[in-house]
């Protein structure tokens, strides 16, 4: 079953807000992977993050590997109305082989 | 390149109904995956392939058979459909981790399929 707690389920915010979300887990995880998901799209990696304590950006966004190697977040900066969609973080552990673990996503939508 | 497309792209069915679902990816990806998508459960793993003639059971494989003649295709099928199976199915894949570092665990992902059984 799942493993990863992604929160918030849901966001609703104003054009121009800052967003946070994050997955946390009871298990360590070796690589922590942001997806997109548009209305009607398949999911498109954002940003992929490989070592403890990682901070990388791609343009408005930011994600950090937690130190304890549980948790990860994503920051958007500067929110416009095409961030809408489905985000959900991805772990892969040592363990599981070549499959990876999906949080359940979280919903953001942003008003004009 | 095309990436990962999926066939077809919506379908409905009636329960008992069989039919399969065709992923096909021109990257030259070693390993394969399936997943469906519900509201609120995120993307669960059904089966998955890490090569050519091979096929392995996921998180929720019940219901579901898949196979891997060829490199590039990654069938599911579905022998007797159940309004259960009313979902979102994506088709992912990946290159093998010696390809590069970068690309160790990234998975892409195709358009899906919305199928509705009744």
């Known amino acids: 079953g799942q493993q990863l707690n992604q929160s918030p389920q849901s966001m609703f915010i104003q054009e121009g807000e800052d967003v946070s979300m994050n997955c946390t887990s009871s298990?360590?995880?070796?690589?922590w992977l942001w997806y997109k998901q548009d209305p009607g799209e398949g999911p498109v990696l954002l940003i992929a993050l490989y070592k403890a304590g990682e901070l990388t950006s791609n343009g408005r966004l930011t994600a950090q590997f937690g130190i304890t190697r549980k948790d990860s977040f994503l920051n958007i900066s500067a929110s416009i109305p095409s961030d809408v969609g489905i985000y959900f973080c991805?772990?892969?552990?040592?363990?599981?082989?070549?499959?990876?673990?999906f949080g359940e996503g979280t919903q953001l939508t942003v008003n004009p | 390149n095309a990436g990962v497309t999926q066939t077809p792209k919506f379908r409905v069915l009636k329960t008992g109904q069989s039919m399969t679902l065709l992923c096909a990816q021109d990257?030259?990806?070693?390993?394969m995956y399936w997943y469906r998508q519900d509201p609120g459960m995120g993307l669960r793993l059904i089966h998955y392939s890490v090569g050519e003639g091979t096929t392995a059971k996921g998180e929720v494989p019940d219901g579901y058979n898949v196979s891997r003649l060829k490199k590039q295709n990654f069938l599911l099928g579905l022998e007797s459909a159940a309004p259960s199976q009313t979902s979102v199915y994506f088709c992912a894949s990946r290159p093998d981790r010696g390809l590069a570092e970068f690309l160790h665990n990234e998975q892409f992902f195709g358009p899906g399929t919305r199928l509705t059984v009744l």
């Open positions: 298990s360590i995880f070796n690589t």
């Open positions: 991805a772990g892969h552990q040592e363990t599981s082989g070549s499959r990876l673990t």
């Open positions: 990257m030259n990806h070693e390993y």
